[in-house]
């Protein structure tokens, strides 16, 4: 570490407050939630999106980070060592927010600081941090060794208690919505409710969570095909089943639905979207959450909340890291689909297959997957998730406030009554 560093030397660091520093605070139920399904009914309630702890105590570290930069050797980096902070102010998404840091003690290779945060207004955090000067290449070689612990720790596991696939199929979870077929390290699920359309209910929410916590233990499982029965792929949420809710369960149904399908991105399996027929809101949404997506070349896809009076309660973030914004403000302004050619102009699949061809097809892009390097593929799938950074994961907060909050208004109610009568809505005008 260089000298020159004194104590009393302060460093400031400015952010703008957006989707992926806040957290949801509560939508608390209204004393008589039956009031909301009647006619005009409206319900706001005291949702709030605000800066969270985690991000300002940050924003603070970066700040005493930015200020021990100019004084580190080649190879050196600082790394936090000690925190206490006070949260002491709430701070709305779209504030502009600065993080101070000021030196107040220097030992050796530690550096003590008093970190503080300001929004607009006034001081919303504040309390000390210590960093540790280390050098980078000792750092990397513990790490190193650690992971080299972990996965000897992996392959012994496994290797004791091998799972065969007759082992693995017999103890698949058995759901209601979702039929699996596995066949070795492939795993076919179905979206099983053809009657409607395959959209997204409760039900189905509940046993995609407990898909997904079944594959988080079975790495054994390398790749899942993802299709529809019937027709369709997914004509996305159960429109009837939302208009029998009450906020306080439609914001909670949303939540875990787009946790659902971010947690794809975490689970060892690479994912494949075979989509055989519609892919609308939540089926959009299912087929972007996918790693690679094969479609019928009679396949449409759309996100067409907006007829129904609210926006989407989670996706638009993964939509547009696939499509771009300006596709994406197409798809989710205008409710309108489009063909699987023009999804696959748009980047949102990536190869068309006659709908008579897309299980065999998907199924031989299995197979040709699981030629390749097991680990490699793992790790693959995970630097290039990461590699978008916190936007895409924290986004839904926002997007669940947006369409709890319209969701509560007549607008809503009269796309849902719409929606069960097969006819025009008839929105307000301003």
Known sequence: MRSGLVVGSETEIQWQVTAEHVIHLGYPPPSNPQALLTPNATYRGDSVAVFSTPNMILMMERAARKALEPFLEPG??????????EHLAGTPIGSKVRGVAKVTAIDGRKVDFE???????EIIGRGTHRRAVVVTQ?????????RNAGLQLDFNSMASSPQSSTNTAQSLPTLATLQCQLKGAI???TLNRP????????????DWETLNRYLAVHPEIRVVIVTGAGEAFCAGDDVPEVGTLDLPTAQELSYRQARMYLAWEQLPQVFIGAINGIAFGAGCVVAAACDLRMAATNAQ???????????PGYGIAQLTALVGKTRAMELCLTGQPISAQRALEYGLVHRLVPAVQINSAAQQWAEQLLQLPAQAMRETKKLIHADEGLQPKTAFLADTASYIDCLGQPDAKEGITAFKEKRAPKFRQP
Request: charged fraction near 20%; glycine fraction near 6%.
């Open 195 to 206: 009657q409607k359309l395959n959209a997204v209910n409760q039900q189905m929410t509940s």
């Open 138 to 146: 000792k750092l990397a070689e513990r790490m190193q060794a650690k």
């Open 187 to 189: 795993l076919k699920v």
């Open 301 to 311: 896809f759309g996100m067409p909340e907006i007829l129904l009076g609210w926006p």
């Open 76 to 85: 050196e980096e600082s790394v936090g060592a000690a925190v206490s902070v």
């Open 115 to 121: 970190i503080s945060a300001y929004d607009q207004h």
